[in-house]
């Protein structure tokens, strides 16, 4: 039984057998509560009968054929869907095994991009600190989390550079309103194009609602129209990753609609296959696609499983389902009860710092100080400590280091399933607070 390469080899875990709505069931029929959707993946639980249905009746007419001989009808479909879900201008669906895979596409074909419009010299990405953006070495490279970067920094691209974090609770001066705050935080972006040369700059990339690195981070309102104005001034490209926080997971299929602004291109995956099949993909504008159809007619990129039928038979039912149920609308119930419970269990807690996020993508960052806003020290590793009494109390959250400056800091982050009732809710509320508590003791 030991053979298998874990991420953490030390660790002994539960082995899962069964999954039941929000719940996953282990061999000793322990039922844990997915609070967190895996990581912000199992949108609609574990046990879906559509989606279920949709694999098998793929699987008995076609699994696979490469993307380099055929097309299929579930793949057209499914691109067809999405596009007019999309913002509007993005035309065209590349599909991918996973966010990672769908962040390198987006950036190589970026560099695509340029060289057949005939700006060669755009070499350059910007993103921001305490980003997350994958983990193969361009994604990697693009991220700006340090703790992920460091151990591999000889091997990553040395084209990309990182503006600040738009982060209120950590940034915003005293008597500054939220959206000049946010307007100052946008002008980063304008400033490091001009420190770089704007003929060098090809892309920012960004997440709406920042995820794994920083826990939920809503951006102020009036901060991505300004990052769109600056893009369109420089014919800088603006790149949205909503691998974890788009299709519907903070209450609209995608989360720059709430932003009000149209990207060029959108990496979406984890919620798009729900955790059912392993899919992700890149969302492209009709004027990127038209320059390499009127250019080479080749994007030079590709992955032995791009447009897998039995991943987007998968995709497509979910899409099916959420619109069925009426997903959204309960994401943002959910989620408003969500944020009050939240708020009721620890606006008075000495080492909450901030709750923040949007539907059912929410966080609480954790601080020694309330006041001066001072994080544990990284050492005790609070994070970790967390995760490990929320797992003896059957919760399942997504706990994570280094989210005040890349290095100290600890938040936890809640993606529970669409599915998700207000029972429900209370009780991850419940369970996490007794966990918090719990690993705080420990520490203190």
Known sequence: MNNVFHRAPRITLPNAVLGD???????QGDR???????????????????????????????????????TTDIMESLAKRLTA??????????????????????????????????????????????????NTLGALATGGNKLRREPFAPLLMNTVSHISACNPYRFQAEGESLEDYGLRAAQ??????????????????AEPVVGATAGALVAPPGYFKRIREICDQYGVLLILDEVMCGMGRVGTTFASEQEGIVPDMITVAKGLGAGYQAIGALLVSGKIFDTLVNGSGFFQHGHTYMGHATACAAASAVLDVIERDNLLSNVRTQ???????????????????DIRGRGLFQAIELVKDRDTKEPFDPSLKLHARIKKQAMARHLMCYPMGGTADGTRGDHVLLAPPYIVTQDQVAEIVDRLKNAVDAAIGEVL
């Open 21 to 27: 709505g929000i719940y996953i069931i282990d061999d």
């Open 32 to 70: 844990y509560i997915d609070a967190c959707g895996g990581a912000a993946v199992s949108c609609l639980g574990h046990s879906d009968k559509t989606v279920r249905q949709a694999i098998h009746d793929q699987v008995d007419k076609l699994t696979f054929v490469h993307s380099g001989f055929f």
């Open 85 to 134: 879900l999309a913002p509007q201008g993005i035309e065209r669906v590349y599909f991918l095994s996973g966010g990672s895979e769908a962040m390198e596409a987006a950036l190589k074909l970026t560099r695509q991009y340029f060289l057949e419009s005939g700006e060669p010299k755009r070499t350059r990405i910007i993103a921001r600190h305490q980003s997350y953006h994958g």
């Open 188 to 205: 980063d972006l304008e400033d490091e194009i001009l420190r770089l040369g704007p003929d060098t700059v090809a892309a920012f990339v």
């Open 335 to 353: 989620g408003g009860i969500l944020d009050h419970l939240l708020h009721s269990a620890f606006d008075d807690h000495p080492h909450i710092g």
